[in-house]
């Protein structure tokens, strides 16, 4: 202790002077990943969290202003995703806290490197498939709990890790290669499931959503919660199976919080039935040009885009499991989500991967679906889409349906459409060397810094790199600048998606 406070009164010579009388060690509330616990609790209403601050003093201030303004008018300035309690979930039991909380402490001075993946507090929540699919190379990541493939590593490499194209690069983009050729499957059943019934369900999920939710059965609809601010809280796809059974998807980390933004949305008198089966469910994503032909081997079901059109959904038997497919992809190819019974999931991969076996099937991870979202450029919640933006800036009105009536934020929303918007979203792509964006590099227009991106990656189907940020709204040139690792590279604004723009893939056109 003592050379620690010499050092003190070397820069503070009043210390010195005032002198020492007692020296008290007191313990350090620590999180697992360094953020406090500030906002609401998950399952209450109007009950308030501010703790778990590893260095209060600092942290004092700007906890107290932020959680005032979301107590006071329903949201913050800022995001504060990142540091509300509900982050956590059911899988953050004793162990996981004490083991994830020493681990974030012993390394708060260390650098997080892209793709690292640190042991404490894993195989918290696993689905029927992980070991199968830990033996056949998946390296897993965390999503809420939830362990998911990243990339397969089929030769026994481990990654080299840093902020460059590494040893995995070429593993990825053979990935996705087998996506855009032949046909891939992926275990995405970390995703928020929630089943909403009842007589007064779809007016319900009209009034807190800002599309249109679908008006046949079947409709699958993209939409968002805003708050009253008229800023992003939640994205959801929702699937209508019939006027009283609506099936509602979310992003992993977003599950206690999405549950809460329906939940607490529900009016007195109204016959709505909110459930959360995110466990119950299992989700294979099976996608590419020759998913139709390997379904079509595993189920009686008609496949055809007439019976089966892109953005519906159908109950449906695959290899003799009853499950709901839905016909949409994240990833830009012809393809359909298998919600699975969660027990029934090795079943229905087990036959996925034989009748694919003669298309050359592949397994895929998440780094792979980053990248050709980024093709795609859509945009992704915690990234583009944050409680800071509101879907004018995003770039999302075609998302929003002021026609339908009113829903949560439609009047904040106006009103940004009639004052303007200080700061929009821009989809770029760009020539690099060994490097892609990943996150918070800056934008510049000549020597002035105008904006940040938001999220990146290489495109390999097009062979570009590309990356989402916010810049001034009035800067309307078509070229900026990003900087990477501490160089600039010449960027170019585009105004559609860089892979299959007019989606012909996507609804097997050609």
Known sequence: ??????????????????????????????????????????????????????????????????????????????????????????????????????????????????????????????????????????????????ERPKWFSLDGREEELGFRRNNVFDVVGDEVKAIQERVGVIDLSSFAKFKVTGSDSLAFLNRVTANRVGRKDGAVALTHALNNEGRIESEFTITRFSETDFYVLSGAAAEMRDLDVLEQAQQEGEDVTISNITDDYGILVVTGPRSRELLSKITDADLSNEAFPWLTGQEIEVAGVGLRALRVSY??????????????????????????????????GSYAVNNMRMEKAYAGWGTELTTEITMVEAGMRRFVSYKKGDFIGRDALLKKKEEGIDIKLVYMEMDVDDCD??????????????????????????????????????????????????????????????????????????
């Open 331 to 364: 990833v830009g190819e012809l393809g359909w989500e298998l919600h699975t019974p969660m027990a029934e999931l090795e079943t229905v991969y087990d036959a996925v991967w034989s009748a694919g076996e003669e298309f050359g099937i592949a397994d895929f």
């Open 437 to 510: 964006p990943h996150g918070n590099e800056a934008i510049f227009y000549g020597d002035e810094a105008i904006g940040i991106v938001t999220s990146g990656g290489y495109g390999y189907r097009c062979g570009k790199s590309l990356a989402f940020g916010y810049i001034d709204a009035e800067n309307n040139s078509e070229t900026l600048d990003v900087q990477i690792l501490g160089k600039k590279y010449a960027a170019k604004v585009i105004s559609e998606p860089a892979y299959d723009p007019k989606n012909e893939r996507l609804k097997a056109i050609s």
């Open 1 to 146: 202790v003592i050379p620690w406070l010499e050092r003190v009164m070397e820069r503070m010579e009043v210390f010195e002077d005032a002198g020492i009388k007692r020296v008290v060690n007191g313990a350090i509330s620590h999180t697992s990943d360094g953020n406090p616990l500030l906002g609401p609790v998950a399952g209450l209403k109007n009950y308030w969290m501010c703790a778990g601050a590893s260095i209060g003093i600092a942290q004092g201030a700007g906890s107290g202003k932020y959680l005032a303004q979301w107590m006071v008018h329903g949201a913050s300035e800022i995001n504060m995703v990142g540091m509300e309690p509900r982050r956590y979930g059911m899988f953050a039991d004793q162990d996981y806290l004490r083991t994830t909380s020493c681990q974030d402490y012993e390394h708060m001075y260390a650098l997080h490197i892209p793709g690292e993946e640190r042991p404490a507090g894993r195989n918290k929540r696993t689905t029927p498939l992980f070991e199968k699919l830990k033996a056949k190379g998946a390296v897993y990541t965390q999503a809420y709990g939830w």
